[in-house]
Nanobody
Framework: QVQLEESGGGLVQAGGSLRLSCAAS??????????VGWYRQAPGRQRDLVAV??????????HYADAAKGRFTISRDNANNTAYLEMNSLKPDDTAVYYC????????WGQGTQVTVSS
C-alpha cells in the first residue's frame, strides 16, 4: 500500500503563495509508477481535480484544471518519493482542503492539508 502525507498548507493573504508537498511511504515503487493528482474540496462542495502529473517514464507531463492554469505548478521528485503543488497568486476561492492521490490501478489518498486564503 501507498501512504501519502500532505503538508505545507496554511493561512495566506490573497496574492500570496504556498507550496504543498505530498510525501509517499510504503509501496513507493507504485507511487513512482503512478499518475499523481492534487485535488481540493471546499466546504459544501465536491472534490475537484486541480492538477495531475504523469509518470516520468511517460514524460512527466502535467495537466491542470482551468482554475489552476497559469498559477499552479505540479511536479514530482521520484528520488524522494514526493510530489509538489506550487500555488501562486492565491485567491480566496482557492480556500479548500487539498489532497494528493496516487492514481494507479488502486487509488491512494492522503488526509489533506487545509489552505485558507484571506481577502
Amino acid at each position: 500500500q501507498v501512504q501519502l502525507e500532505e503538508s505545507g498548507g496554511g493561512l495566506v493573504q490573497a496574492g500570496g503563495s504556498l507550496r504543498l508537498s505530498c510525501a509517499a511511504s510504503g509501496d513507493t515503487f507504485t507511487f513512482r509508477n503512478s499518475v499523481v493528482g492534487w485535488y481540493r474540496q471546499a466546504p459544501g462542495r465536491q472534490r475537484d481535480l486541480v492538477a495531475v502529473i504523469n509518470t516520468m517514464d511517460t514524460g512527466g507531463t502535467a495537466h491542470y484544471a482551468d482554475a489552476a492554469k497559469g498559477r499552479f505548478t505540479i511536479s514530482r521528485d521520484n528520488a524522494n518519493n514526493t510530489a509538489y503543488l506550487e500555488m501562486n497568486s492565491l485567491k480566496p476561492d482557492d480556500t479548500a482542503v487539498y489532497y494528493c492521490a496516487s492514481l494507479g490501478r488502486q487509488q491512494y489518498w492522503g488526509q489533506g492539508t487545509q489552505v485558507t486564503v484571506s481577502s
